[in-house]
């Protein structure tokens, strides 16, 4: 196992075989990291003039949600 990949990156991974002090020929394979998963369903409901009811679908396997928010003076 090959750990602490970036997410969504290639990499070439090459073996080779040792005997005593020689190297044999290498052997190499291209594997790609998957994405990380995405939050789906977002959307923002029961919107008052002070507050908002925010609601998205779990994603599976994740330690946590990093939310933020900034004031705008007209819609985007």
Request: glycine share 8%; charged share 15%.
């Amino acid at each position: 196992t090959i750990s602490n990949l970036r997410e969504s990156s290639a990499y070439k991974i090459q073996v080779s075989p040792l005997v005593g002090s020689r190297e044999g020929s290498p052997v190499l394979v291209t594997a790609r990291t998957l994405d990380l998963p995405k939050v789906e369903g977002f959307a923002a409901l029961n919107t008052t003039d002070g507050s908002t009811i925010l609601h998205w679908t779990p994603v599976a396997g994740v330690s946590g949600y990093l939310l933020s928010w900034r004031h705008i003076s007209v819609l985007e």
